[in-house]
């Protein structure tokens, strides 16, 4: 069996390969893996109620007795309340910021890190069995711990992520993060409620044949997109589009493809969040060998005005997202 590229094989658990990550860095104190972990358990409890999302909807027969209250609610906002309580519970994460919330949460203590998170990425593939998953970006705070956080400790660019990823609840769960050091993928085994290492040193293919975009908004597009996706028709690509970013960004990664949500007239930074989905998606694919851009410039240059503010974005296989922005 091959070795990642920190030494260890697949089929590790990732308590283990967050472990000797941890042991690489002689001055790390473990609050990163620390953190990590909790988005992982958080994403245990996040997948068993996405599981199991179909029946708590049916009226009646199956478990309407138990279901109460916080389970009943819309399973985003759940996601946004269980990742917050597993991110708050153990002191690492000083501030919060969630696309469910419209502040910040300052969580008012000594911690060292500020997340970026959308907890439950493709709302409309909820109630239709359609892949769906959780973004998170990880940032050290700037100021002094114990200082109160500041609009530079929250609005910084992607460059300054530390870590990054996605969980995709889909035909299995997958956890895909960066530390910067390549990115790996640790596949949930149910029974045993563990994730496994399963898709190390992870590197996307160069130049893909799969084009990801909303096409029912062509008319709103560029003329450089409009003889960009021509490009693409021309030369044997292939359309793919689920409407779950995490769900299309993954498939890309592993396959090759490039994954498009441009800005338009009405809408220059088209829909997506700069700081919890361009963010993080844009240094996991660096980190695998891809490219992420606004159509003109690298998505991790921004710095961000605003905490919800939105970004076109390119991304996917290196030679793809070159070539659309060449026409831009
Ligand atoms: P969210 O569910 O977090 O609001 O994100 C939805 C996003 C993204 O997941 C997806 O790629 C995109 O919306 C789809 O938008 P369109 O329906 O406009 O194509
Ligand atoms: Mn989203
Ligand atoms: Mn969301």
Redo the contacts with the bound molecule.
């Keep these: 069996m091959e070795d990642s590229r920190i030494g260890l094989p697949i089929g590790t658990a990732l308590d283990r390969f967050i472990k000797r990550f941890q042991d690489d860095f002689p001055y790390a104190t473990g609050e990163l893996s620390q953190l990590l972990r909790d988005i992982a358990l958080a994403g245990k409890v996040v997948n068993r109620e996405v599981n199991k999302a179909g029946l708590v909807n049916l009226s009646g027969s199956i478990g309407a007795d138990n279901v109460q209250g916080e389970d009943q609610q819309k399973l985003d906002v759940l996601a946004n309340i269980r990742f917050i309580r597993a991110l708050t519970k153990g002191g690492e994460a000083c501030a919060i910021i969630s696309?469910e919330d419209e502040h910040v949460i300052d969580l008012h203590n000594k911690g060292k890190y500020i997340i970026a998170i959308?907890p439950?990425?493709?709302?409309?593939n909820i109630d239709v069995n359609v892949s769906i998953g959780t973004i998170f970006s990880i940032y050290r705070r700037l100021s002094p711990v114990g200082s109160p956080v500041t609009s530079e400790d929250v609005l910084q660019p992607g460059i300054n992520q530390v870590a990054a990823g996605y969980l995709l609840y889909g035909s299995s769960t997958i956890l895909v993060y960066t530390t910067g050091k390549g990115v790996n993928g640790f596949t949930y085994e149910p029974t045993l409620g563990e994730y496994f290492l399963s898709h190390q040193d992870l590197i996307i293919p160069e130049e893909g044949r799969i084009y990801s975009i909303?096409e029912a908004a062509s008319l709103n597009f560029s003329d450089a997109l409009i003889q960009y996706l021509n490009y693409c028709r021309e030369n044997n690509h292939t359309a793919r589009y689920i409407?779950?970013?995490v769900a299309?960004f993954h498939r890309n990664l592993l396959k090759g493809g490039i994954y498009i949500?441009p800005g338009t007239p009405t809408y220059p930074d088209g829909?997506?969040r700069l700081m919890y989905e361009c963010n993080a998606l844009a240094f996991v694919v660096e980190q695998a060998g891809g490219k992420a851009s606004t159509g003109n410039s690298r998505v991790m240059e921004i710095v961000p005005q605003e905490m919800h503010q939105r970004c076109p974005l390119f991304i996917g296989s290196k030679a793809m997202v070159a070539k659309a922005e060449s026409l831009h």
Excluded: A, I, M, W
Aim: charged letters at 35%.
């Design positions: 696309e959308d439950l990425d493709g709302s409309s909303n409407g779950s970013l299309d949500y829909k997506l």
